[in-house]
C-alpha cells in the first residue's frame, strides 16, 4: 500500500466557469425563446419520455407521484408550483393529466395499488424535446463547420470522454434513471 498522496488536479480556469454561465444562459434562451417553454417544463418533458411506460397509445406515462418526487427531490419545487407547471404543460397540448384504473396502472407500472394519477407525454410534447435537440444541433453544427480541422478532430477525441462523464452525472445524481438511460453501458 503506498503512502504517496495523489497529486491534486490544477484549478480549473476561470474562462471554463464563464463559458459554463454563457452556456446555461444560452440554453435558456433556446428553450424560452426559441422553443417557448421553461427549461424545467423541457426538463418534465424529457423525464417523462425516459421514465413513462408505453400506454395502448404508444404516449410514454407517468405516475404523477414519480414527477412530484423527482421535481420535490432535486428541485425543491412545491406542490403548487409543481401543479403550475403542469398546467401551463397541459394547457400547451404537451401533456394531459388524466387518472387510469387500477388495471391500467397494474398493467403500466406493475402494480394496482396506489395513487392512479399520471402523466402522459403527448406527441406535441415529444416534438417540443425534438426541437430543442434541433436548435442545438444547428448551432453546434454550425459552430464546427468554422473550425479548423484540427478542432474538429478534437472534437471527435474529447466526444466519448463528454459522453462518458454525462453517463457520470446521471448516474450520481440520479442512480436509478442511469440504468434506464445506458442500458448498455456500465459507468466506471
Keep these: 500500500m503506498s503512502t504517496r498522496k495523489q497529486a491534486a488536479a490544477p484549478p480549473l480556469p ?7 454561465a454563457a452556456l446555461v444562459n444560452r440554453l435558456i434562451h433556446i428553450s424560452e425563446e426559441e422553443c417557448g417553454v421553461q427549461p ?14 408505453a400506454n395502448n397509445d404508444k404516449e410514454p406515462v407517468i405516475l404523477r407521484q414519480e414527477l412530484t ?5 432535486n428541485f425543491r419545487y412545491s406542490d403548487t408550483d409543481i401543479s403550475k407547471l403542469l398546467a401551463e404543460l397541459q394547457e400547451g397540448g404537451f401533456i394531459v393529466r388524466t387518472a387510469v384504473s387500477r388495471q391500467e396502472r397494474l398493467a403500466l407500472f406493475l402494480s394496482k395499488n396506489g395513487d392512479t394519477r399520471v ?5 406535441s410534447g415529444d416534438e417540443k424535446i425534438e426541437q430543442f435537440k434541433e436548435q442545438l444541433r444547428s448551432r453546434v453544427d454550425h459552430w464546427l ?5 484540427a478542432t474538429r478532430l478534437a472534437i471527435v477525441t474529447v466526444r466519448p470522454i463528454v459522453e462518458k462523464f454525462a453517463r457520470w452525472l446521471v448516474q450520481h445524481f440520479e442512480p436509478e434513471r442511469e440504468k434506464i438511460l445506458y442500458p448498455e453501458k456500465q459507468v466506471d
Excluded: N, T, Y
Excluded at 463547420?145 to 480541422?149: A, G
Design 119 to 123: 402523466v402522459i407525454l403527448k406527441h
Design 14 to 20: 476561470e474562462e471554463l466557469f464563464h463559458a459554463i
Design 145 to 149: 463547420s468554422k473550425q479548423p480541422r
Design 69 to 73: 418526487r423527482m421535481l420535490k427531490g
Design 40 to 53: 424545467i417544463q423541457l426538463l418534465i418533458l424529457w423525464h417523462i419520455r425516459h421514465f413513462g411506460k
